[in-house]
C-alpha cells in the first residue's frame, strides 16, 4: 500500500525532528519565567498572604510589595488584562485565606484591552503553561507552537544568558532601575498611541470587573482600584473618550459595591522625573515612593 | 487557515488519513473534501462560506442550463452568470474603490455626492475562485467542456482547499475530471509533492518573510535612505512577491499531489525569463492564461490591425492589474507592463531562444536579455508595493537619483536575504528543465543524500524564520 510506505517514510524523515523539536521544548520550558516563579510563590505562601497585587506592568514595576506593611505578594505582569487578573484571582482565592485587600491597577488600557488580541497574545500560553489559568488552544499547548518567541527565549537565556525571571520574592519587577534608564525615556506620546484602542471590549472588561468585585466582596475582601502615576507627556494626549469609559467603568463599580475603593494618581505632581522609567512605568525609586501611597492607603482602611 | 500556520500542521495529516483511509469511495472522498474544504475556508470568517456557496450553486445551475440550450438560448444565461460573478466582485471588492474614484471625479465638477463607501469585508481569495467559476460556466458555453451532472465533484472543483484562496486558478477540463474518477495513491507522486511543499515552505519562511522586513522597513523610510538602497528595495520585494506567491502556489500543488490531484504549474522560474513577452509566459501562469482565453483572445487577440492588437494588450493588462486590488497602483502596475508588452510587440520581436534550451551556462547575450527584463519587472514592483502613484514616482526619482551610485546603508539588514535569493537562482537555474527545484529524485539516486537535503531545508526554515506573515496573495 504505498500510503502507508509514505507514512512509514514521513515517519521515520520526522522522527530525529521531533526528538530535536522536543529536546527544544524541554530546554525551553526550563527556563525559569516570572509566571512559573509566581506561581510557584503563591503555592507556597497564599496562606498568609494579606494582600494581593494585580495587574499589567504599570503595578509589577510599581507596587513592591516588600515595602508594604502587611505580608503581600504580586501576581502583576507584563500585559496582564482584567481577565487575567480575574482568572488568576479565581483560581488562587481559595487558598489565600488571610487575604484582606487585592489592588488591582487601572490603567487607561485596561477596559479596551484584551491579551488574547494584542500583541502580548504569546503571553496567554505562559499563563497556560506556567500558572494553568486560561483556555486549551492549539497554540498555547506547546512553546514551540509559538516557534519565533520560543526561539528568541532559548537565544536570549541560552546563549546571552539573560535572566528572564527578573522579580523578587514577593512577585515585584526588577528589570525598571533608574540606573538603565534609557535617554530617550520620555516616550509619552509613543506610549499613548500604543495604549489607544478601540472600544470593542468596552462591555466585556466591565462585565470582568464587575466579576472580580462581587468574587471580592463574597470573601469579604477590599479591592482597591488605583491609577498609577504618569509623566505630563502621557497623561496630556491622552483620547479623551478613553479616558471618560475608564473613569465611568470604575464610578460604576465602586457606587455597586461597598468593599470597592477608587484612587487615581495618573497626574499625581509629586511624582517627578527621577520617579520614572519610561512616560508611563515607574522606576524602582517611584515605585518605592508609590508603594508608600499605596501602604497609607490600606492603613486607612 | 494559513499554511504556515500550527492548525494547517494539524489539519492535514488528520485530513490525509481520514480521506485515504475512511473514505475511499470516490463519492465520499468528494464529499469529505468539501467539507475540509469549507473548514480550512471557514477558519478565516464562516461568512466567507455564504458567498462561495451560492457562487459554486449559481456555476453549476448555470452548467446544466447552458449545456441544455442548444439553439444558443445559453447566451443570456451566461451573460447573467458573468454579470452575478462580477457584480460579486464589484461588490465586496471594487465598491468602495470606484464610489471613492466617483466622489473624487464629481468634486471636480463642483458636485457633491456624498458618502458613498460601505463597510464591507473582502472574502479572502475571492478573486481566485470567482475566477474558476466563470472559466467552467463559460467553457460549457464554448462547448469545450461538458456540463457535470455531480454537483458533488462540482463543489469539490471549486473549494477543493489547497488551491481555493490563493490558486492555481484551475480551468475545468483539468481540474473536474479528477474528481469524477476514482484517485489513485501513488507513493512517487505524493513524495513528490512532499519535496514541492518543502521547498514551497523554503521560499516562503526563509525568503520571503526575510525579504519583508528590510522591504517594509526601506518602503516605510525611503524619503530618507539613498538611491542604492532604494534600489535593493526594489530587488528585495521583487523577490519577495515571487517567493511568497510561488511558494504558496508550490505547497497548494505539492498538498493537492498528497490526494491524487494534480494542479496546473502556476509559476516556471520567471526571474530566468530573456524578454517581458517569455516573463509573462512564466509569471502566475493559470491567472494570465485566463486572461488570454477569457478576454485577449475573444477581443480578437493578435490576429486583427496593429491597432486593435495594442488596445487588446491595454485592456488585458489594464484588467490584470485591476484583479490584483482596488487601487490605482495595480492598475498603473498592470499599464506599465502592457507598455513593455506593447513595445515588444511594435519591435517584432520574438521570444526565441529561453532558458530551458541552454545547456551549461548561457551566453553573454541572454545574460544581459535576463538582467534586462529582470530590471525592467523589478520596477514595476515598486509600482506595485507602493501605497499610491505619487509615492511609487517619488520612491522612482530618488532611486534613480546620484546616490544611486552611492553604498547602500548598513541599517538594512539585507544579507542573509540576498544569500538565500543566490542559493534560489543558483537552484533555479540547475532544474530549470523540472517541474519543481526539489524535484530531484533523478539527479540525485542516492536517497540518504536526499534527505541530508531536506533536512538542510527543515534545519533552515527553523533557523531563519522570523515572524509569522500572511501570504500576500491572499487580500486579491
Known amino acids: ?301 | 487557515m494559513l499554511f504556515n500556520s500550527f492548525e494547517f500542521i494539524l489539519f492535514l495529516p488528520i485530513t490525509f488519513l481520514l480521506y485515504w483511509y475512511v473514505f475511499k469511495r470516490l463519492k465520499m472522498q468528494n464529499i469529505f473534501v468539501i467539507a475540509a474544504s469549507y473548514l480550512f475556508y471557514g477558519f478565516w470568517d464562516w461568512r466567507f462560506l455564504i458567498l462561495i456557496f451560492i457562487t459554486t450553486l449559481c456555476s453549476y445551475l448555470s452548467g446544466l442550463y447552458i449545456a441544455r440550450k442548444t439553439n444558443g438560448g445559453g447566451r443570456w444565461l451566461l451573460i447573467a452568470n458573468i454579470v452575478l460573478n462580477i457584480a460579486i466582485l464589484g461588490v465586496f471588492k471594487y465598491f468602495n474603490f470606484f464610489a471613492e474614484n466617483l466622489n473624487a471625479l464629481a468634486s471636480v465638477f463642483g458636485m457633491q455626492l456624498g458618502e458613498l463607501t460601505i463597510n464591507i469585508w473582502l472574502p479572502v481569495g475571492v478573486s481566485f475562485y470567482t475566477f474558476q467559476a466563470l472559466g467552467y460556466v463559460i467553457d460549457v458555453y464554448r462547448k469545450q467542456v461538458t456540463a457535470t451532472h455531480d454537483s458533488v465533484a462540482y463543489f469539490a472543483y471549486i473549494s477543493f482547499f489547497p488551491q481555493l484562496v490563493a490558486g492555481p486558478i484551475e480551468r475545468a477540463n483539468n481540474l473536474l475530471p479528477q474528481f469524477t474518477q476514482p484517485r489513485k495513491a501513488d507513493y512517487a507522486t505524493m513524495c513528490d509533492g512532499l519535496r514541492q511543499m518543502l521547498w514551497g515552505m523554503f521560499k516562503k519562511v526563509v525568503i520571503a518573510d526575510n525579504c519583508a522586513n528590510a522591504v517594509n522597513y526601506i518602503f516605510d523610510y525611503y524619503t530618507t535612505l539613498s538611491g542604492s538602497t532604494l534600489a535593493i528595495g526594489a530587488v528585495l520585494f521583487t523577490f519577495q512577491i515571487y517567493c511568497d506567491f510561488s511558494g504558496y502556489s508550490d505547497i497548494a500543488i505539492g498538498t493537492a499531489r498528497l490526494f491524487g490531484i494534480t494542479l496546473m504549474r502556476n509559476f516556471n522560474m520567471p526571474y530566468l525569463s530573456v524578454s517581458i513577452a517569455d516573463f509573462w509566459r512564466r509569471w502566475h501562469i493559470s491567472l494570465t492564461s485566463w486572461f488570454r482565453d477569457y478576454v485577449y483572445i475573444p477581443l480578437g487577440g493578435n490576429r486583427c490591425g496593429k491597432n486593435r492588437h495594442i488596445f487588446n494588450i491595454a485592456v488585458v493588462f489594464a484588467l490584470s492589474g485591476l484583479w490584483h486590488g482596488a487601487n490605482w497602483t495595480y492598475v498603473s502596475w498592470g499599464l506599465y507592463h502592457a507598455i513593455l508588452m506593447i513595445l515588444f510587440v511594435l519591435a517584432e520581436r520574438k521570444i526565441g531562444k529561453t532558458i530551458e534550451t541552454v545547456r551549461g551556462l548561457p551566453n553573454l547575450k541572454m545574460i544581459l536579455n535576463m538582467l534586462a527584463t529582470f530590471a525592467l519587472v523589478a520596477v514595476g514592483w515598486i509600482v506595485f508595493r507602493a501605497e499610491s502613484i505619487g509615492q511609487a514616482y517619488e520612491y522612482c526619482v530618488r532611486m534613480f537619483s546620484a546616490s544611486f551610485f552611492s553604498a547602500p546603508s548598513a541599517e538594512v539588514g539585507y544579507v542573509k536575504s540576498f544569500a538565500a535569493i543566490a542559493i534560489l537562482m543558483i537552484c533555479e537555474y540547475a532544474q530549470r528543465n523540472r517541474n519543481h527545484v526539489l524535484d530531484i529524485e533523478k539527479n540525485i539516486t542516492n536517497r540518504a543524500m536526499r534527505w541530508v537535503i531536506y533536512y538542510a531545508l527543515v534545519i533552515a526554515i527553523l533557523l531563519f524564520s522570523v515572524a509569522q506573515t500572511k501570504f500576500i496573495y491572499f487580500q486579491f
Open chain 1, 1 to 301: 500500500m504505498p500510503i502507508t510506505r509514505l507514512i512509514r517514510h514521513i515517519i521515520l524523515f520526522l522522527l530525529p525532528l521531533t526528538v530535536l523539536l522536543s529536546i527544544a521544548e524541554y530546554s525551553i520550558r526550563k527556563v525559569p519565567v516570572t509566571y512559573q516563579v509566581k506561581y510557584n510563590g503563591m503555592q507556597q505562601c497564599a496562606g498568609e498572604m494579606r494582600a494581593l497585587v494585580l495587574g499589567s506592568s504599570h503595578s509589577y514595576f510599581g507596587i513592591c510589595p516588600d515595602s508594604l506593611s502587611v505580608r503581600a505578594y504580586s501576581l502583576a505582569n507584563v500585559s496582564q488584562d482584567l481577565t487575567y487578573d480575574y482568572m488568576l484571582l479565581n483560581s488562587f482565592i481559595d487558598k489565600c485565606n488571610s487575604l484582606e485587600y487585592v489592588i488591582l491597577p487601572i490603567s487607561y488600557f485596561s477596559m479596551y484591552e484584551r491579551l488574547e488580541s494584542g500583541v502580548g497574545n504569546i503571553r496567554a500560553t505562559w499563563y497556560r503553561l506556567y500558572m494553568h489559568v486560561g483556555k486549551y488552544t492549539p497554540e498555547n499547548m506547546l512553546e514551540i507552537a509559538n516557534w519565533q518567541v520560543a526561539k528568541k527565549k532559548w537565544i536570549y537565556y541560552y546563549v546571552h544568558h539573560n535572566n528572564m525571571a527578573d522579580c523578587s520574592v514577593s512577585g515585584f519587577g526588577l528589570a525598571y532601575k533608574l540606573s538603565d534608564r534609557a535617554k530617550n525615556w520620555d516616550n509619552g506620546e509613543e506610549h499613548v498611541k500604543m495604549n489607544t484602542l478601540s472600544d470593542s471590549e468596552y462591555e466585556y472588561n466591565k462585565n470582568v470587573l464587575n466579576k472580580i468585585a462581587l468574587l471580592c466582596k463574597s470573601r469579604n475582601i477590599k479591592l482597591i482600584m488605583v491609577s498609577t502615576p504618569t509623566w505630563h507627556t502621557y497623561y496630556d494626549k491622552l483620547n479623551a473618550k478613553q479616558l471618560a469609559d475608564m473613569y465611568s467603568a470604575v464610578n460604576e463599580v465602586c457606587g455597586k459595591y461597598g468593599n470597592v475603593f477608587y484612587y487615581d494618581y495618573m497626574r499625581d505632581k509629586r511624582f517627578t522625573d527621577n520617579d520614572f522609567f519610561d512616560a508611563d512605568h515607574l522606576s524602582d525609586v517611584g515605585a518605592m515612593k508609590f508603594t508608600a501611597l499605596i501602604d497609607s492607603i490600606i492603613a486607612k482602611q
